[in-house]
T-cell receptor, first 112, second 116 residues
Framework: GENVEQHPSTLSVQEGDSAVIKCTYS??????FPWYKQELGKRPQLIID?????GEKKDQRIAVTLNKTAKHFSLHITETQPEDSAVYFC???????????FGRGTSLIVHP | GAVVSQHPSRVICKSGTSVKIECRSL??????MFWYRQFPKQSLMLMAT?????????EQGVEKDKFLINHASLTLSTLTVTSAHPEDSSFYIC????????????FGSGTRLTVV
């Protein structure tokens, strides 16, 4: 089955700095890579996703890059704000009705 | 967008009792729902896949007699934690696929279970 590794487990940055979270996956058939943000005690919410036919996708301050050859993908948050503080999960899936395999999560702390 | 409702949001129960958690798809039909368990500061652990009209599929290591899943309609799946013990205390989250492809994968609001 799929195995998703996520690093770092904790990331502490100053407000305004950039944050990068990296994930690797093992299943070469995976073609869909969503990222979720989970605030304390709340449900994970999809913030951005990327499919294997695209190398990069951007949405305002967040972007995701994908390197299919190396089987890794990354989340980039620029100009971080305190409200970006949360746990971020990457995931990988074969798409369709396949359920995603989640990484272990990264706790992002943005200091004002 | 697709909405998944989960109740209750918090529950405290005594050891030995059973607790039922409901997961509803509000504006779509979900033939398949998923149940996750999440310990503090840890990732989402898939417990089982709930299939409407048939038996749930449990992940390895999850006791099916302990965590009873019923998916009796296209909009409702329930998870019953039977004979709960303190080690069952956790955050339980359901999710569903609204049929829009995986990009529509939607989580319920979660249930914080505390067994005392």
């Amino acid at each position: 089955g799929e195995n998703v590794e996520q690093h770092p487990s904790t990331l502490s940055v100053q407000e305004g700095d950039s944050a990068v979270i990296k994930c690797t996956y093992s299943d070469s058939a995976s073609n869909y890579f969503p990222w979720y943000k989970q605030e304390l005690g709340k449900r994970p919410q999809l913030i951005i996703d990327i499919r294997s036919n695209v190398g990069e996708k951007k949405d305002q301050r967040i972007a995701v890059t994908l390197n299919k050859t190396a089987k890794h993908f990354s989340l980039h948050i620029t100009e971080t704000q305190p409200e970006d503080s949360a746990v971020y999960f990457c995931a990988a899936s074969r798409g369709g009705s396949y359920i995603p395999t989640f990484g272990r999560g990264t706790s992002l702390i943005v200091h004002p | 967008g697709a909405v998944v409702s989960q109740h209750p949001s918090r529950v405290i129960c005594k050891s030995g009792t059973s607790v039922k958690i409901e997961c509803r798809s509000l504006d779509f039909q979900a033939t398949t729902m998923f149940w996750y368990r999440q310990f503090p500061k840890q990732s989402l652990m898939l417990m089982a896949t709930s299939n409407e009209g048939s038996k749930a599929t449990y992940e390895q290591g999850v006791e099916k007699d302990k965590f009873l899943i019923n998916h009796a309609s296209l909009t409702l799946s329930t998870l019953t934690v039977t004979s709960a013990h303190p080690e069952d205390s956790s955050f339980y989250i359901c999710s569903a696929l609204p049929g829009q492809g995986l990009s529509g994968y939607t989580f319920g609001s979660g249930t914080r279970l505390t067994v005392v």
